[in-house]
Structures are given as structure tokens and as C-alpha cells.
């Protein structure tokens, strides 16, 4: 069966400091992947999607970046964070877009 | 530009209660809608997915219809229990290969024993 992994669970960064969350799947291949922020009282918000290897796409400017340097990896990063990323970051999958979506843990993202 | 809006934003009910939660888009060329649950400080469930050309999924005690023509699906949930309470959210994908959900704000439901 597939399962998708997020880590760190929780972060507590200061402002200007770099970020760097990991999410993983298992068991599919070539799958699109995903990043979204959920911030306090609004909506998910799609950041990033991938349909394969090193191909990102970003649906909003921002401070972030995305990556994947393999199949069932995905990565969102920053250089300098602001006080504005703090959220909840949750990456999903869909073995074949578009379908059934699937998401991960997430992770809790403090900045101070 | 396609928007998901849910009502109402948080409802409380008593244990046993039948109840319906409502999901509303503005732009009816979507591919397909599924339903999801949140439970405070985690990840979302799927619970349920409807195909455009669905009327109706159902998983055990819920069942989610879909008028597309008109822009609405209702999550209803049967006899409910302590253990529905949680933060349910609506998405609908509008297709292409990227697969891309566009969300709701979510019904906060709380089930009173």
C-alpha cells in the first residue's frame, strides 16, 4: 500500500533562517506530487506541483522553492525565511492526475 | 477563476443527529470533487471522491451527491458519533494532468455526547 512521510513534524525557525521540509512516498511510481500551505483561519493554498522528476510548477510568487531530485521525493525550501511562512505545509500525491488526492502528516512551521 | 465555498462554517450537533454539510463551486467544467476530514493539528483523510459523471459516493454511514450542472455537493452523515467531530473539506479538480484541488474553507463540525 502507499504511504506518503513528512518531516520534520513540528519547526520553530527564526526570521531570515533557511527551511528545508522533506516529503516522501511509498509504494507508486512516478506519482504528481504536491505542497500546501494551510495558514491560520484561511483555506489550503496550493504553493508547488510536480507531474515528474525536476519539473516544478508554482501557482503563487513567494518565498519559497520547490524540488525533486527523485521520483517520490519532494522538497520546499527557503533561503531567508519570513515571519509570513508560518503555517501548516502538507504534500499530497495522486497516482495518476487527475484522481483520488492523498495527503501527508504535515508540518507545523513557526517562524519567530 | 474557480471558487469552492462551504456552508456553514462550523455546526454543533447532538450525538445521533443526521446532518448535511454543504459545498458550493462557481465554475461547473470540473473533473471530478472529493470530500475530506481534518482532525485538529493533522493531516487530510480522503473520504470520499466523485467522478463528474457521478451522481453519488457513498462509505458507509456518509454519502456525497453531486449536481455539477448547478455547482453543489452535500456530504451527508448518518446518526452521528463523538468521533465525526472534526473539520470536513470540500476540493474540486477542474482536470488537466496536474491533477490540481481547489479548496473550500471547511464546515468545523462538533458532535456532542
Known amino acids: 500500500s502507499q504511504t506518503i512521510h513528512q518531516w520534520p513534524a513540528t519547526l520553530v525557525q527564526p526570521v531570515g533562517s533557511p527551511l528545508s521540509l522533506e516529503c516522501t512516498v511509498e509504494?507508486?511510481?512516478?506519482?504528481?506530487l504536491y505542497w500546501y500551505r494551510q495558514a491560520a483561519g484561511r483555506g489550503l493554498q496550493l504553493l508547488f506541483y510536480?507531474?515528474?522528476?525536476?519539473?516544478i510548477s508554482s501557482e503563487v510568487p513567494q518565498n519559497l522553492s520547490a524540488s525533486r531530485p527523485q521520483d517520490r521525493q519532494f522538497i520546499l525550501s527557503s533561503k531567508k525565511l519570513l515571519l509570513s511562512d508560518s503555517g501548516f505545509y502538507l504534500c499530497?500525491?495522486?497516482?495518476?492526475?487527475?484522481?483520488?488526492?492523498?495527503f501527508g502528516p504535515g508540518t507545523r512551521l513557526t517562524v519567530l | 477563476k474557480q471558487e469552492v465555498t462551504q456552508i456553514p462554517a462550523a455546526l454543533s450537533v447532538p450525538e445521533g443527529e443526521n446532518l448535511v454539510l454543504n459545498c458550493s463551486f462557481t465554475d461547473s467544467a470540473i473533473y471530478n470533487l472529493q470530500w475530506f476530514r481534518q482532525d485538529p493539528g493533522k493531516g487530510l483523510t480522503s473520504l470520499l471522491l466523485i467522478q463528474s459523471s457521478q451522481r453519488e459516493q457513498t462509505s458507509g454511514r456518509l454519502n456525497a451527491s453531486l449536481d455539477k450542472s448547478s455547482g453543489r455537493s452535500t456530504l451527508y452523515i448518518a446518526a452521528s458519533q463523538p468521533g465525526d467531530s472534526a473539520t470536513y473539506l470540500c476540493a474540486v479538480s477542474d482536470g488537466g494532468s496536474q491533477g490540481n484541488l481547489i479548496f473550500g474553507k471547511g464546515t468545523k463540525l462538533s458532535v456532542k455526547p
Open positions: 499530497a500525491w495522486i497516482a495518476q492526475g487527475p484522481g483520488e488526492q492523498f
Open positions: 510536480s507531474v515528474g522528476i525536476g519539473q
Open positions: 509504494g507508486t511510481s512516478n506519482p504528481n
